[in-house]
T-cell receptor, first 112, second 112 residues
Framework: DTGVSQDPRHKITKRGQNVTFRCDPI?????LYWYRQTLGQGPEFLTY????????KSRLLSDRFSAERPKGSFSTLEIQRTEQGDSAMYLC??????????FGPGTRLTVL | KQEVTQIPAALSVPEGENLVLNCSFT??????LQWFRQDPGKGLTSLLL?????REQTSGRLNASLDKSSGRSTLYIAASQPGDSATYLC???????????FGEGTQLTVNP
């Protein structure tokens, strides 16, 4: 069991560019979650999948954000036309049903 | 809307001291509560999970209690060590959902 992994760990981009992050959950977990954390705050929920179905999206997830989990394994989170306000740590977590959630190391996004 | 509050926001103690971190939540209809540790710039490490039917959970020097009716949880750390220095976050999953709702954390510093 290698835990939850995320790639890249750091991303610096210019305003207006598109970025994509990847999350690989713990292999036997059927649920995958995305959260966003800004400095000094607790993480905020963005969206989650059960297998390949996206079951819930937060109002924080504007139309510039899209997430997929095409085969019920890894997931991608894409941000289009990035803005400086998108700068944050993007965290991925996985769980087996509603059990304990385990987090990855996060992707730190900086938008210049 | 569920709100989670953690008190104090920051705590500095000498090594060896026993300490208590507090977490309160506004809606008692929770499914479970998790305590996490976060080191600077890193992801979250799950410490303890308490199901709504449980009163407490223990892991090593850590003990977490839950009083669902009053909307409170405490994390007790015995014999603190400098390596315990980190931000501690509590989060709840409501009975109606799957997302974690986080507090803003308590930043703990244990001085040698």
């Amino acid at each position: 069991d290698t835990g939850v992994s995320q790639d890249p760990r750091h991303k610096i981009t210019k305003r207006g560019q598109n970025v994509t992050f990847r999350c690989d959950p713990i292999s036997e977990h059927n649920r995958l979650y995305w959260y966003r954390q800004t400095l000094g705050q607790g993480p905020e929920f963005l969206t989650y999948f059960q297998n390949e179905a996206q079951l819930e999206k937060s109002r924080l997830l504007s139309d510039r954000f899209s997430a997929e989990r095409p085969k019920g394994s890894f997931s991608t989170l894409e941000i289009q036309r990035t803005e400086q306000g998108d700068s944050a740590m993007y965290l991925c977590a996985s769980s087996q049903s509603r059990d304990e959630q385990f987090f990855g190391p996060g992707t730190r996004l900086t938008v210049l | 809307k569920q709100e989670v509050t953690q008190i104090p926001a920051a705590l500095s103690v000498p090594e060896g001291e026993n300490l208590v971190l507090n977490c309160s939540f506004t809606d008692s209809a929770i499914y479970n509560l998790q305590w996490f540790r976060q080191d600077p710039g890193k992801g979250l490490t799950s410490l303890l999970l308490i199901q709504s039917s449980q009163r407490e959970q223990t892991s090593g020097r850590l003990n977490a209690s839950l009083d669902k009716s009053s909307g409170r949880s405490t994390l007790y750390i015995a014999a603190s060590q400098p390596g315990d220095s980190a931000t501690y976050l509590c989060a709840v999953v409501e009975t109606s959902g799957s997302r974690l709702t986080f507090g803003e954390g308590t930043q703990l510093t244990v001085n040698p």
